[in-house]
């Protein structure tokens, strides 16, 4: 499986940004696909999942209310809708894809990932 994260950009404190998540290859093999996030000298962490066919949504709570995961598995890509943004939102996004049906906030418990998108808000 190979997944390609876009999307990311520079904007200013209250805009939006929308992330792309794009698989190919064995993405049957996919059962939930999430996006973390990793600031300078912080640790990765969970922002939002989504199951494979849509039906459960997770969020971190600094993402809720704010953030929106979907997907549209007839382009085999997820997205990751961000509003109300501000500069604690600035890092280097990540999508990643798990085997696993049940839901984890870890990222040691997903076995794909795409390369990063920057993301910077500035006030």
């Known amino acids: 499986v190979q997944l390609q994260a876009s999307g990311g950009g520079s904007v200013q404190a209250g805009g939006s940004l929308r992330l792309s998540c794009a698989a190919s290859?064995?993405?049957?093999?996919?059962?939930?696909t999430g996006w973390f996030r990793q600031a300078p000298g912080k640790e990765r962490e969970f922002v939002a999942a989504?199951?494979?066919?849509?039906?459960?949504?997770y969020y971190a709570d600094s993402a809720k209310g704010r953030f929106t995961i979907s997907r549209d598995n007839t382009k085999n890509t997820v997205y990751l809708q961000m509003n109300s943004l501000n500069p604690e939102d600035t890092a280097g996004y990540y999508c990643?894809?798990?085997?696993?049906?049940?839901?984890?906030?870890?990222?040691?418990?997903?076995?794909?990932w795409g390369q990063g998108t920057q993301v910077t808000v500035s006030s």
């Open positions: 989504i199951t494979w066919n849509g039906g459960s949504t």
């Open positions: 990643a894809a798990s085997r696993y049906y049940s839901i984890s906030y870890s990222a040691q418990d997903y076995h794909y």
């Open positions: 290859g064995r993405t049957f093999s996919i059962a939930l």
